[in-house]
């Protein structure tokens, strides 16, 4: 018998959609060019892409649809695409050069049971805590040479009991066989559920954009929530940043997906920046963020708390391993969870590398970002028609599963790695709060509302917190 055919980009939108609202996705306003793959690697990454940010901004047009009673059509590149999904690799400040954004540690190593094991350390505090586990120098050669006196899973759990961030490598059925996967095994990709009743609330009615009037809160940081806030900023919400000044930020993100917001800091240690937030949030649409599970919840920040004081919000929550089981609180970003839900292993298989392979892009976090984008505006639209406070919740983990699902490509390896002169025609010139910026503009090409950031990248805190 021969295997079922792999799913088209136009039914993996699809699939989306169903995620997020109950009638069918308007699939003949969406045309797709270019084909797979889009990058290197054995799994659909340029399908998967090109899908999420289709779907985001299909939903979107249906926004503006449900405004004006106007459609319009939806076009999504894969070249370009798949440049956006690496778009922290290709932007440049005053015609420097993109600098590296990884610190020297953040690699796999190999361990003395004959495992893998991958660390983040852009955290000065989590590289400190991986150096004094290990006692050893504080550089690359030093820490591969004690690795290899650990067994994998044995530093993968001291370092998790330390909030250290670090990932096992795992075969798939390895982690098919882990309680986390058995967690995620009955859930949905995403998750975009009423959790309090309430009115309908219409959809703003000024503005020549889709989002045009819709406030949304981001406390996110690193890649995916941040390019959920970028995607909304896209077609038209004002989306307010808020940061604080003793939480760690990765500059070159910072100004490739700080496009389109403004930036306040708060410190939610601090009671009067707590009560601050609570008076945003009580004019905000949408509260977006990016704390691990339940990381929220003793400052007054849940999402039962927070339907329950504006009945009617819309609550966006992204993490990395899941919202339920053992590894829900657990630290992690894109490189661990491929790591440890086996897509490096499998990888390094296909590519015959005798050790794991990591993608061409951080595609968990672009796809998950995307993802989130769309379910918030499917909650958007949802909370107009039928009234309800909402909750969307995407983790990369889920975003994981589903890649998986879609299928491998047998010579997806061979497809060559596009260089600068492959992305420039997709790179905008603008002005930012760091300098004059060459960036990605966004690949989805909408037919009456172009997707486009009216607000530039700052540095964080350079606006008062404040609408």
Known sequence: MSAPAA???????????????????PLEALSFTGAEPGLPSSFRLGAAGQAAIAAAALAAAEVWRARTGRGQSVAVDMAHAMAEMRSERHFSVAGAETPDL??????????????????HTNSAHHRAGVVKI???ADTREAVADAMLGWRAEDFETEASARGLVVAKARTFAEWDAHPQAHALA????????????APPTPLPGLGDRPLSGVRVLDLTRIIAGPVGGRTLAAHGAEVLLITAPHLPAVPGLVKDTGRGKRSARLDLR???????????????DVFLQGYRPGGLDDLGFSAEAMAAEKPGRIR????????????????????LVQCATGFNLAEGEAAGTGGPKAFPCQALDHISGYLLAFGIMAALLRRAEEGGSWQVRVSLAQTALWLRGLGRLSDGLSAPDPGAAEVAPFLEATESGFGPLRAVRHSAVLSETPARWEQPCVPHGTHKAEW
């Open 102 to 119: 990884w610190d020297p540690l953040n690699t796999v190593y190999a361990t003395g049971d004959g495992g893998w094991l991958r660390m």
């Open 186 to 197: 009955a859930l949905p990709l995403m998750e975009v559920r009423k959790i309090g009743e």
């Open 134 to 136: 290990l006692g050893c």
């Open 270 to 284: 601090q009671s009067v920046d707590k009560d601050r937030l609570r008076d945003l949030a009580k004019d905000a």
């Open 7 to 25: 799913p088209s980009t136009h039914h993996i939108v699809s699939d989306i959609w169903r995620h997020g609202l109950p009638t069918p996705a």
């Open 316 to 335: 966006a929550d992204i993490c990395a391993y899941g919202f339920d089981g053992p590894w829900a609180p657990k630290r992690g970003f894109d490189s």
